[in-house]
């Protein structure tokens, strides 16, 4: 018994979603892996219309293999997008056959397509955890960090902007005050000359005053 499992390519192991079916040994291209077998399911049959499972795969409209059984290893392998593996339906023989699609090398985990219907209902939901898919996640989670960073770079530049521009707007008003305070000073000055101006015929209508006193004196002495 152990010689013929360790003849077969392939081993049960885990994986990100659980456990995975991988390659022991180069596959070549193009060759049969394993069978996907279990009870045969007839859509007339009321009782197998009923069973449910993540495990059936229909080969045609009446027929439908529940692979849901322990013995059937190649349950155990998950779904990618982009395979190197695919199932191989021989629908008169009413058999399945999972076939590598490209070379496999030891280690590699083992995937088919499941089709777009088990997509739909059970991985779209749960987003599809196959390396394609994280790539295309990663890609575009990197994307939209470089996006994140540009915006904030705008936004900095921006704030930089605005900074310069009130920093402009206040050394403006600044230049401003200093012209208005020098028009007030000019006009102070103004101010001064006019009370220089005030103050020079003050005194000239004093000198007048004196002047006609010192008439008025002159006049009494000639009396
Ligand atoms: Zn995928």
Redesign the pocket.
Known sequence: MPASTSAKPYRIGRSKTGLGLFATQPIKKGVKIIRYFGPLLDSKNEKHDAIENKYLFQISKRWTVDGSIRKNIARYINH??KPNAESDVNATKKRITIRSIKKIEPGEEINYDYGTEYFKEYLKPIG?K?D??EKKRKKKRAEARAEKLKAKEKAERKALKKEEKAKARKAKAKAKKAKSSGKAASGKAKTTKAAAKKTSAATRAKSVKSGKAKAGKARSKAA
């Open positions: 990618a997008c599809c196959c394609a898919c």
